[in-house]
């Protein structure tokens, strides 16, 4: 009981520290004498740090919910196809009313990212569930199909970078203003606390989750709600992050077990330590110019996740 506390706040202070440090490094010089300094934090720095925390606390809370659903640690949001869902629904959103306000694209985004990923979770279910492997290559290739229908319509009405903004997470061009459907999560992650137990449930399968008195597709469609909103909100604001859903939560449980309703908080702490210090380490790699938070973390996420999975294989023959 003693550790829980002394690494929560650990977390936290490491937290505090990137956060302090996004804020002082930039391109602009805080201590420029003629440079208003408030109004960059203010507009700038501020923003742009929050944005990183609620994407990655975002993203990873979101892994979570897709791996209880179809009982597997190896898929992640942004390899079954969500992003891509959530893409099209934006293509179309941009289309037919260019001038749409952001709201509306990001509720466009969300209806589209949840169709895509209900249409995942219903090809799950004819999966079969012997070799654990199986369903992320499915995931890629339902992931791929979307994708390539958004990147033909994209081809076809002159959006294609559009589409390249909306698949490359970065927080450059977060502003005051421009970041705040973010905050969304935060309210989505209070959801998810009261659904843990049930959303807990969901990793037992179907047959025990109702055997256990659970309304199983009400529970599916709530946490696969949650998802999609997540996802819609990140990419119309930042743009897409690749395995922070899948490395994230892994890790947690690892280190903490499986009980859901204690590690939402941790998935949630670790996964904006994460996207923040990528976007912290892209802003000093080639200062002043910028390497993508989203391209640091393909690096770093692939690693980490080639690590967890040669462990395991470790553990099994062990």
Not at 25 to 33: D, H, I, K, Q, S
Not at 155 to 176: N, P
Request: glycine letters at 12%.
């Amino acid at each position: 009981m003693r550790l829980f506390p002394r690494a929560l706040i650990g977390g936290l202070i490491g937290l505090f520290l990137l956060a302090g440090a996004s804020l002082l490094v930039g391109a602009t010089n805080l201590w420029n004498t003629q440079l208003d300094t408030g109004m960059v934090l203010a507009i700038s720095r501020v923003p742009r740090t929050l944005a990183a925390i609620l994407a990655g606390a975002g993203l990873a809370l979101a892994g979570v919910v897709v791996q209880q659903s179809v009982q597997n640690r190896l898929v992640d949001p942004g390899l079954i196809g969500t992003p891509e869902a959530a893409m099209l629904g934006l293509l179309a959103v941009t289309l037919l009313a260019p001038g749409a306000a952001l709201l509306v694209k990001m509720s466009v985004a969300s209806v589209s990212a949840l169709a895509g990923t209900a249409g995942f979770f219903l090809l799950a279910r004819l999966v079969p569930r012997r070799d654990p492997m199986l369903l992320p290559l499915v995931g890629l290739i339902y992931g791929g199909i979307l994708g390539a229908m958004a990147l033909w319509l994209a081809w076809m009405s002159d959006l294609v970078q559009f589409m390249g903004i909306w698949q490359t997470g970065e927080f450059s061009g977060v502003l005051r203003g421009r970041y705040e459907l973010l905050w969304i999560i935060a309210a989505l992650a209070v959801v998810l606390f009261i659904l843990a137990d049930r959303i807990t449930l969901l990793g037992l399968g179907e047959e025990y989750a109702r055997a256990l008195g659970l309304n199983y597709l009400q529970t599916v469609l709530l946490g696969l709600g949650c998802v999609a909103v997540t996802f819609a909100v990140v990419v119309v604001t930042v743009g897409a992050m690749p395995f922070v859903g899948l490395v994230v939560p892994n890790i947690v449980s690892r280190w903490r077990g499986d009980n859901l309703r204690r590690n939402l908080p941790w998935v949630a702490l670790l996964g904006a330590l994460f996207v923040l210090g990528a976007d912290l380490l892209g802003r000093v790699v080639r200062w002043p110019y910028e390497i993508p938070a989203a391209t640091i973390f393909a690096v770093l996420g692939a690693g980490l996740f080639l690590w967890l999975l040669h462990n395991r294989k470790v553990r099994r023959h062990g």
